[in-house]
């Protein structure tokens, strides 16, 4: 059974730093992409971040690079969100998800609807 468990967020200042976690299970990790994806009231979910566990190749949108940094201990089946300077349009329900049919690899531009499974999104909130 594919199971995917994102923990990890909370309450933050903006300019602080969380790191989120995604505990994943039931599949080969080397051959599958897990994204973090993340939606905010009132707006559509988007992909912040992917990682390809077949060469370790990332993804991220273009509001977090630089800020956020993506990896992967395959060991553990677990994938990090390092996020740093944190701003308060950072605030969202974060959710990992993992496309099973990618051969490994992250798409050029991840999707919600290229997703197979999810896991339990966890609360980003960034405010003073």
């Known amino acids: 059974e594919v199971q995917l468990q994102a923990s990890g967020g909370g309450l933050v200042q903006p300019g602080g730093s969380l790191r989120l976690s995604c505990a994943a299970s039931?599949?080969?990790?080397?051959?599958?992409?897990i994204g973090w994806f993340r939606q905010a009231p009132g707006k559509e979910r988007e992909a912040v971040s992917c990682i390809s566990g077949s060469d370790g190749s990332k993804y991220y949108v273009d509001s977090v690079k630089g800020r956020f940094a993506i990896s992967s201990d395959n060991a553990q089946n677990t994938v990090y969100l390092q996020m740093n300077g944190l701003k308060p349009e950072d605030t969202a329900v974060y959710y990992c998800?993992?496309?099973?049919?990618?051969?490994?690899?992250?798409?050029?531009?991840?999707?919600?609807?290229?997703?197979?499974?999810w896991g339990t999104g966890t609360l980003v909130t960034v405010s003073s």
């Open positions: 039931g599949f080969t990790f080397r051959d599958s992409a």
């Open positions: 998800a993992t496309d099973l049919n990618s051969g490994g690899l992250c798409p050029p531009r991840p999707s919600s609807a290229g997703m197979d499974y």
